[in-house]
């Protein structure tokens, strides 16, 4: 069960979310959409612990952080003097897994190319690469289809249909047709706080996006 409760969030004196609630108790994949500006990053970044906030967001009844959270930001930081390997063995520090299986990732990349001289979309893939390599019961993916082409999007798509079986996505993008055929809901920003659909009433979002 994930509860977020943001009862407010600002930024000096101007208040970027209000009275957000959202809750959901199942596995899936759930979508937030939103015109720039509306506070879909700020969301993530509350929900982590990244930004101080006035509310609470738990898992499970447990705090939400990055130690138990899978989180892509839309512009990864990555250590750009290594190769694709090398981070993920650091990734693996990080996420404590004993060991780095190279043959389960979900992108091929270059072994000894670096980083510094990657596409974004490879950047991207190699963020993703070392981020999945553990099993999270919760994933915050903010714009992850932005840069990687069309079949590395369908290979994105598939995995987190697998993993969704058995946890909670969250998915942030500009790409409402993607949102629109895997989600099981889809949340818009509005007005600082949050409109739920159910698929069903996807048919509506378009209009009330455009009424913002």
Known sequence: MLDINIIEKSYSNEVVLKDLKINIDKPGIYGIIGKNGQGKTTLFKCVLGLESYKGKSVLNKEKISLQNTAFCPAEPLIYDELTADEF???????????????????????????????????????????????????????????????????????????????????????????????????????NKGVVEYNSEDFCNIQTDFNNI
């Open 88 to 190: 993920c063995k650091f990734y693996c520090n990080l996420l404590d897994i004993p060991l780095y299986q190279k043959d389960k990732e979900l992108f091929h990349l270059p072994k000894d190319k670096l980083i510094k001289n990657f596409s974004t979309g490879m950047k991207k893939k190699v963020y993703i690469n070392a981020v999945f390599q553990k099993k999270f019961s919760l994933y915050f993916l903010d714009e992850p289809f932005n840069g990687l082409d069309m079949e590395s999007n369908y290979i994105l798509i598939k995995d987190l249909k697998r993993k969704a079986k058995d946890s909670i996505i969250i998915v942030s993008s500009h790409i409402i047709e993607i949102l629109y055929k895997n989600c099981n809901r889809i949340f818009l920003l509005k």
